[in-house]
């Protein structure tokens, strides 16, 4: 049982290109959604998802798309890379009680 | 708007001394109420939750929380800490099951010293 998969776990941009962090859950849960994880600042929604075909914004969506064809994907899109998206994302599902189950993690670094 | 507050950024403390990681938030309306640590290099996991009921909650690793209404706090306690307890610590808060979003605190280091 794999639980939340996130790919790829490191890469390196330039500023401009554009790329998808990709998220998997084998939990069957209806609800996932993403992260950024910066320094002094904790974890900050960016776009969540509460079922296929339903996404909705969080806290800091501008400059990331999302999509929701399948229970299993929700993957993140950067259409134009900045330095400022230089983080550590995390996909998230969450269960009947309201717990997240978190990925490990993807760390970026737009130069 | 919900937020939430954790004013320690850092919390050194020798080992088997007790700890308290304060966490403080704002909100109108009922919520539940969660810590997560997260290990160096590794994704978030929960410690324990507060859903309703009872005021004191355990959770995993000895640690425990007690939810204070009239104070708007939910701080972490353990009462003998490990030098495997190093750690980052974040608080959490959603506004009752309807919320889809989770607000997490800043976070709170904390580093066990032998």
Redesign the interface.
């Known amino acids: 049982n794999a639980g939340v998969t996130q790919t790829p776990k490191f890469q390196v941009l330039k500023t401009g290109q554009s790329m998808t962090l990709q998220c998997a859950q084998d939990m069957n849960h209806e609800y996932m959604s993403w992260y950024r994880q910066d320094p002094g600042m904790g974890l900050r929604l960016i776009h969540y998802s509460v079922g296929a075909g339903i996404t909705d914004q969080g806290e800091v969506p501008n400059g990331y798309n999302v999509s929701r064809s399948t229970t299993e994907d929700f993957p993140l899109r950067l259409l134009s890379a900045a330095p400022s998206q230089t983080s550590v994302y995390f996909c998230a599902t969450k269960g009947n009680t309201g717990e997240l189950f978190f990925g490990e993690g993807s760390r970026l670094t737009v130069l | 708007a919900q937020s939430?507050t954790?004013l320690d950024?850092q919390v050194p403390v020798f080992e088997e001394a007790p700890v308290e990681l304060r966490c403080n938030y704002s909100s109108s309306v009922s919520v539940?109420l969660?810590w997560?640590v997260q290990y160096p290099?590794?994704?978030?996991?929960?410690l324990l939750?507060y859903?309703s009921g009872s005021t004191l909650v355990k959770g995993i690793n000895g640690f425990e929380a007690e939810f204070n209404k009239s104070q708007t706090s939910f701080h972490l306690r353990k009462p003998s800490v490990h030098i495997s307890d190093t750690a980052e610590y974040?608080c959490?808060v959603?506004e009752g099951?309807s919320s889809?979003?989770?607000?997490?605190?800043?976070?709170t280091r904390l580093l066990v010293r032998p």
């Open positions: 939430v954790q950024s539940y969660f997560y290099n590794q994704g978030l996991q929960l939750k859903l974040f959490a959603s099951d889809y979003k989770l607000i997490f605190g800043s976070g």
